[in-house]
Nanobody, 128 residues
């Protein structure tokens, strides 16, 4: 089970740090990803990180503003979000990817169907 937290209501330009903790099983050997979904929109890839944090991959819309990281000892993945914009408003979900491995195509990290376990999301609302 994955549990995301850290969302909230903030003003544009603010920062938030999301956390996603895994319970019941370890995901330290899995690639982890963050996705978001705004009302009326499809689920959108945000960021992903390899099992050993050697590789990170970001959507163009968040590159330079968001940072994904992980602490395998704590079975937790993080998403530091800086300079938030109104278009970042969405429910954010974390998920595990049992398929992708280092050396794989980065584009595959953006495909929701490649992720199996999905956590309950956390709402991020950015007011302009």
């Amino acid at each position: 089970q994955l549990q995301a937290c850290g969302g909230g209501l903030v003003q544009a330009g603010s920062s938030l740090r999301l956390s996603c903790a895994a319970f019941g099983r370890a995901f330290s050997d899995h690639t982890m990803g963050w996705f978001r979904q705004a009302p009326g929109n499809e689920r959108e890839f945000v960021a992903a990180i390899s099992w050993n944090a050697a590789l990170t991959h970001y959507a163009d819309s968040v590159k330079g503003r968001f940072t994904i990281s992980r602490d395998n000892a704590k079975n937790t993945v993080y998403l530091q979000m800086n300079d938030l914009k109104s278009e970042d408003t969405a429910v954010y979900h974390c998920a595990t990817n049992p398929v992708w491995s280092l050396g794989g195509k980065l584009g595959r990290l953006e495909i929701p169907d490649d992720y199996d376990y999905w956590g309950h999301g956390t709402q991020v609302t950015v007011s302009s």
